[in-house]
């Protein structure tokens, strides 16, 4: 990858996760637009998920920090609803999916494919993470009317995600657009193909 590629894309990724460290709404976070990006870009399938997984750890230690240090507050007024929680796992395996689904875009980012990507990776992270948390969490019966309780009452963190996403993925993917669009510098090398 061209250093100043490398560069932009990074410095771009550090921008975001400033997003993720202040106070916001629950689950309006730059994580998944980042993942999305990253698998998208970045020419290494390893550095992408590296990238996100330290993004998403850094930010997860520094919330700690500013919520358990009295800086901020949790979503709940809790400390245990943000940073680091017993259910990291499960958000740790939905942003690897979403690298994945940015995988699939590298040669098609396309407007269309890049929203498609990002609803698709708000639908999975709130399918996987609220059916964990239903199963796990102890706050619903475990039978259907439980089940159906757990994703109703997770409907407005999923709006939160909805537009957290839609913000970020366009922030990001614009802002590259428009780069690679201004500066030769900034964009992909072209693979070399074989006669």
Known sequence: M????????????????VARILPHPPNFSPIAAIALFGG????SKRLALVTTFGVLLLSDLLLELTIRGGLQVGW???????GLHSGWWVVYACFALTVGLGFLLRDRRSPINVA???L???????????????????????DFSGLVASYVAAIPF?????????VFVTALFGTLAFAESRWPAVRAPRPVLAV
């Open 2 to 17: 061209k250093p100043v590629r490398f560069g932009t894309l990074t410095a771009m990724i550090l921008v975001a996760v």
């Open 40 to 43: 998208a870009t970045f020419a």
């Open 76 to 82: 709940l007024g809790s400390p245990l609803s943000h």
């Open 116 to 118: 498609t990507a990002a």
């Open 120 to 142: 698709s990776s708000s639908v999975l992270f709130f399918v996987i993470t609220n059916l964990v948390f239903w199963y796990k969490g102890g706050f619903y019966a475990l």
């Open 158 to 166: 999923f709006g939160w995600s909805l537009a957290g996403d839609a």
